[in-house]
């Protein structure tokens, strides 16, 4: 098999993959978004469509993701896996809750086609990647080890030719070095008068560098030592104002822990009360209605803890919804 039909068996893997994905991702949004719709809010209606495009969108990332590792080679490792498998079973139990929970096994099978067909493509197309592209590696070491063998031979020819023509020039060399062996050893016995006197300059230098290299070394290693010094102080007063840190947030953690608490068991001694014989006064009926609302009790039991009426009991439900919904805007923004 060829590149051009590896690429075209790519091409296909990949159109066929995304095709599949597109396709789920939709039938998965259109099938979710009522069951999310009945579980959620009126007023949050148009939230519902929102889990499933997120499901969707880890699953497109998944792929992408894997075909980009296969094409390279690499290997994500156990978490792709993980998020692989998570985004499915989340496709899947999504898709079939709504039969599931009324009891319709058609539903369930009918619904877990799509998602049972998303997970098992992810898996396959992961494994035709990894397998094209093990492929493609052995074809290029088979080309490169032929293209090495070819560089070989050439490279031996052309040993072979520079070894004949060394030979040669040996052989010249030769008869050329008999006649300036004799030129050269009346010239040796002057260059030997001149090379020792040059060795007693170099010898001569060399003894002052060594003396000026070993002054410079002392002073650096006496500026070192300062400065490691220096550092060691800097490193110490860190860690000391590291450590008073931490043992401030330590204490703020303890002290918000400790007002939690209290916080909780005023709640709970006001939960605990049991139903009110005659309407609280005010003040402690609203103390009354926002333990109930942190609690998450209903409007009616919480009527019926602080004897006001349903109707004013679920006013101030709304007054801290409202109060939430502002705090997590603010906590939003500040981020």
């Known amino acids: 098999m060829n590149s051009v039909q590896v690429r075209s068996a790519e091409r296909a893997l990949s159109g ?49 993701l894997d075909d980009v590792l296969a094409r390279l080679g690499g290997h994500g490792g156990r978490w792709p896996v993980v998020l692989r498998w998570m985004t499915g079973l989340m496709t899947l139990a999504l898709n079939t809750a709504d039969s599931a929970l009324k009891k319709d096994l058609v539903g369930v099978a009918v619904h877990a086609v799509a998602p049972l067909l998303l997970i098992v493509t ?3 197309g ?11 590696a052995s074809l290029e ?9 070819a560089e070989q031979a050439a490279q031996e020819r052309e040993e072979a030719a520079r070894r004949r023509a060394r030979e040669e020039r040996e052989h010249a060399a030769a008869l050329a070095r008999e006649q300036r062996e004799h030129e050269a050893a009346i010239a040796r016995e ?6 020792r006197r040059r060795r007693e300059e170099r010898e001569a230098q060399e003894r002052a560098e060594r003396e000026e290299r070993a002054e410079r070394e002392r002073r650096e290693r006496e500026r070192e030592q300062r400065e490691q010094e220096r550092e060691r102080a800097e490193r110490e007063a860190a860690a000391r104002r590291e450590r008073e ?6 204490r703020e953690r303890r002290e918000r822990q400790e007002r939690e608490e209290r916080a909780e068991r005023e ?4 939960l605990a009360r049991g139903p009110a014989e005659d309407k609280l006064p005010e003040g402690e009926a609203r103390q009354l209605v926002a333990a109930a609302f942190t609690a998450g009790l ?6 019926e803890l602080c004897g006001w009426s349903v109707g004013w009991v679920s006013a101030r439900y709304a007054e801290h919804r409202d109060a939430s919904a502002r705090g997590a805007e603010l906590a939003v923004a500040g981020n």
Do not use: F, N
């Open 122 to 124: 992810a898996e396959t």
């Open 298 to 303: 209903s409007v009616r039991s919480a009527a």
């Open 245 to 250: 840190r931490a043992e401030q947030a330590a």
């Open 190 to 195: 002057q260059a030997e008068r001149e090379e």
């Open 267 to 270: 709640r709970a001694a006001l």
């Open 141 to 149: 070491q088979k080309r490169r080890e032929e293209r090495e063998r």
């Open 126 to 136: 992961l494994a035709y990647r990894r397998a094209i592209a093990a492929a493609q």
């Open 16 to 64: 066929g993959t995304w095709l599949i994905v597109c396709g789920a991702m939709l039938y998965s949004i259109l099938t979710v978004t009522p069951l999310m719709a009945k579980h959620t809010a009126d007023e949050w209606d148009w939230t519902a469509p929102i889990l499933p495009l997120v499901v969707d969108a880890a699953v497109v990332i998944v792929v992408k």
